[in-house]
């Protein structure tokens, strides 16, 4: 579901429709913090789970909503073909790189909660609090990462080599 509102958020996004996704974040962000003391106390970690992936649903089926009944987005491209070999071949080398820094950091960041997950509660906390540290400074360079690969992708399409060089 998380996938799911951001796949649905990033369309609009690149459609210049910024407002819905912002605003289904919002309620997302606020579903969950109600599920999460609903849920918490009776399932636990379990229920923050469970609110997460609820909240994100939600958000997800926002933004389709949206994209279904108050744009063109899916009617314009109804009469589009499959994308051929050579479209794929190129997405791939397009996307590849920044995907697999990604996968990269995800796959660590597992091992490592891992390794420390058998610490005790102070190591944890501590490494919970590190980590909050790290993502205050990788998190915007992430983010201007996703902004370049889609400013480049969208001049890409329209063939506006040199704003890409610029």
Request: glycine share 10%.
């Amino acid at each position: 579901p998380y996938g799911l509102g951001q796949a649905y958020g990033s369309t609009l996004r690149e459609a210049d429709q910024t407002i819905v996704p912002m605003r289904a974040s919002i309620i997302a962000l606020l579903l969950s913090l109600a599920l999460n003391y609903v849920l918490i106390p009776f399932m636990g970690v379990a229920g923050a789970a469970l609110a997460t992936v609820i909240s994100q649903l939600i958000s997800g089926l926002l933004n389709l909503a949206w994209i279904v009944w108050k744009t063109d987005l899916l009617k314009e491209s109804a009469g589009l073909r499959a994308a051929s070999q050579k479209h794929i071949a190129r997405l791939c080398k397009l996307g590849f790189p920044m995907g697999f820094e990604l996968s990269v950091s995800a796959i660590g960041a597992i091992i490592l909660q891992s390794a420390i997950n058998s610490f005790d509660i102070a190591v944890i906390a501590g490494q919970t609090a590190g980590e909050k540290i790290r993502r205050m400074f990788t998190l915007p360079m992430e983010s201007v990462g996703v902004g370049m690969a889609t400013y480049v992708g969208q001049n890409e399409g329209a063939g506006r080599y040199d704003r890409i060089k610029s």
